[in-house]
């Protein structure tokens, strides 16, 4: 997907003319198998429009098993079993609100206005964090300066997402640090943050619409 595609009205970030050249580059020389399709590559982005966002939530990078991942961080595509992390994720928002969810297809949350968005796009089949180094990054460095220009509500799980915390601009914003939801650090601070219901809250005290966290 070239600049010109749609993508959701995020064209105008330079990411699209100066990094991604160079990407699609690299991606030309790859002889293993790419996550997600390109089709999908820029799905959060397409669903969930600048001017739409209130939320955003970062991932590391896509699933590297094949036919999970769709474009969407920790989204899996429906009828997909749920990764651990995952099943974590909603583990946590049943205690938070008490709801139940099934389906890992999270563009319900995306049509809302919760950018998903993975620091990495892309990645090698079965070999996860494989294109953490190819310059992805830059994107979420310039959406995160971008969205942080008006009130916004930044969910960062994890160390690799709390290192971005620098492109965040100052402001009247939400910004829930907390261990990443894997089983390997979800017990050291995941479980018991409640983040949903505080994005809720804050959502309510600016007279905003809350997320219905049980969409699909």
């Known amino acids: 997907m070239r600049q010109g595609a749609p993508l959701g009205g995020w064209g105008f970030l330079p990411f699209f003319s100066q990094t991604l050249p160079r990407i699609d580059a690299a991606l030309r020389t790859e002889i293993a198998p790419i996550l ?3 089709k999908e590559r820029f799905a959060a982005l397409t669903l969930t429009p600048p001017g739409a966002t209130r939320v955003v939530i970062l991932g590391q ?3 590297p098993t094949p036919g999970h991942a769709h474009g969407l961080a920790f989204s899996v595509t429906p009828g997909t079993p749920l990764p651990r992390s995952l099943v974590n994720i909603f583990k946590e928002l049943q205690d938070d609100l008490g709801f139940s969810r099934q389906s890992g297809d999270l563009r319900g ?12 796009l892309t990645v090698r089949a079965r070999e996860a964090n494989s ?8 994107l979420a460095h310039q959406v995160l300066d971008h969205v942080s220009q008006r009130p916004t509500a930044f969910v960062l799980w994890g160390r690799q997402a709390q290192a971005l915390a ?3 601009r100052s402001g009247d914003h939400l910004i829930i640090e907390t261990a990443h939801p894997s089983p390997l650090s979800a017990r050291r601070g995941f479980f018991g943050s409640r983040p949903f219901s505080r994005i809720n809250s ?8 809350p997320i219905d966290w049980t969409a699909e």
Do not use: F, S
């Open 36 to 38: 997600p399709p390109a």
């Open 61 to 63: 990078d896509p699933y």
């Open 109 to 120: 949350w995306a049509r809302q206005g919760v950018l998903l968005l993975n620091t990495a």
């Open 131 to 138: 294109h953490r180094d190819l310059g992805w990054q830059t």
């Open 166 to 168: 620098p492109h965040i």
């Open 202 to 209: 804050w959502l309510a005290d600016r007279d905003e619409p």
